[in-house]
């Protein structure tokens, strides 16, 4: 019987439970310590009878387990608290970027099971072969997660670039795609996931969103509203207002890489002249620093380039130096017009962070009007170069908790 012909009673009742379940998964998944059944009836109103059979919903289902109880002093017997199950559904986190490709692998309660980076020149790459290679590297993490006992529940994949809400990937100037139809490409391998109700089997979106989402979640005590920079060859930002990823009108908000900092300055590979990752780039901070041509491989290059700024190097200080004067330039903007507080530099600048933020830090108090008494904070991100990758992981899992009927669907 389909929705539009049963009864109304029974589609009331399907959704009562969806609803019932998603609350009680909800407060399990942002309690700080594990809540016992009486506690998540007493937080959400619900009879212990309908928690009881909620929460036992959700344990068959292999979201929830029982943790030992904490002890006590009291009489009686301590009731068990409930924490999320790591041996169940799990998210697969993509990423291509310029040089490098990332798989991991998430669990239900945020932890990374599988992380590989393959490192490799993507640029002369079609975008067919890249998404071949990444293709096999997810082989491997399907495999290892089947042995830790996880489903692989859905897929995201973060592109340094403009997607749209279909996945087509419309401009990646850095890696030479432009009108890439991604999901179409990846229809030719087998699937990368698991079939689950209401969660994508693979969404496509710009890699600084989910870096600032994987961010946002790796910090919950952390600041709700934040710039996120990621500092590769390109330089994206995901912009968090409130808890929640600001995306623009069509999704393409936070191409700080492509704001001027020298309108005549030099010729970007988005057409247009003096962009900021042209100074503040990767490959435009370790040229500065004598590190290009050194037939180092780019993550060495940049080891290198922190091993020299640790020494005191003069070359090595001054390219990170301009960097960061042209990056604060860039920031002070986003500042002045979004009312931020906090800078997170993320990607390959999060080991940087000691020598970039006080440039940044200096344009800030000389470009932004509130700066004399509302200072900015500029610190490394949590989550490092890994940003992207386990945000994007993070974003399947967080779906399967914000809806966990169509999880248990599956496994019904």
């Excluded at 006590?72 to 490098?100: F, H, K, S, T, W």
């Amino acid at each position: 019987m389909s929705p539009a012909t049963a009864p109304a009673s029974a589609v009331r009742q399907g959704s009562l439970r969806e609803l019932n379940l998603a609350v009680v998964l909800g407060r399990i998944a942002a309690a700080e310590r594990a809540p016992s059944r009486a506690d998540l009836a007493a937080e959400t109103g619900l009879t212990r009878a309908t928690v009881s059979a909620v929460v036992e919903d959700l344990i068959s289902g292999r979201l929830v387990t029982e943790a030992d109880p904490a002890p006590r002093a009291g009489a009686g017997r301590p009731a068990r608290g409930l924490v999320l199950a790591g041996d169940g559904p799990a998210g697969l986190g993509l990423e291509i970027n310029v040089d490098y490709l990332a798989v991991c692998v998430v669990d239900l309660a945020g932890q990374v099971r599988h992380h590989t980076v393959h490192r490799a020149d993507l640029r002369p790459v079609a975008p067919a072969d890249a998404l071949a290679r990444l293709v096999e590297l997810t082989g491997r993490a399907r495999a290892d997660a089947a042995e830790q006992g996880l489903t692989l529940a859905g897929a995201a994949l973060a592109v340094p670039g403009l997607v749209d809400d279909a996945g087509l990937v419309r401009l990646a100037p850095n890696l030479g795609w432009r009108d890439v139809p991604v999901p179409a490409l990846l229809a030719a391998h087998p699937p990368l996931t698991e079939p689950v109700e209401g969660v994508p089997p693979l969404v496509v979106d710009n890699e600084a969103n989910l870096a600032a989402l994987g961010e946002l979640h790796a910090d919950p005590g952390g600041p709700t509203s934040f710039l996120h920079i990621s500092g590769e060859v390109g330089i994206g930002a995901g912009i968090v207002l409130d808890g929640a990823l600001f995306r623009g009108v069509r999704g393409w908000s936070g191409e700080i890489g492509h704001m001027p900092v020298r309108p005549e300055g030099r010729p970007c590979r988005c057409g247009g002249r003096g962009c900021l990752e042209q100074y503040a780039g990767q490959e435009a901070i370790l040229a500065a620093a004598g590190l290009i041509g050194a037939d180092l491989p780019a993550d060495t290059a940049a080891a290198r380039l922190a091993e020299l700024a640790e020494a005191g190097t003069a070359e090595a200080l001054r390219a990170l130096q301009d960097a960061g004067t042209a990056l604060g330039v860039a920031v002070a903007g986003v500042v002045n017009l979004l009312d931020l507080d906090t800078v997170v530099l993320g990607g390959g600048y999060a080991p940087l962070t000691p020598w970039l933020g006080p440039p940044v830090l200096t344009e800030i108090s000389r470009r932004v009007l509130t700066a004399a008494w509302s200072p900015v904070t500029v610190r490394s991100a949590t989550l490092g170069a890994d940003a992207a990758a386990v945000g994007a992981a993070g974003s399947v899992v967080r779906r399967i908790i914000a809806r966990p009927a169509g999880w248990l669907a599956r496994t019904a």
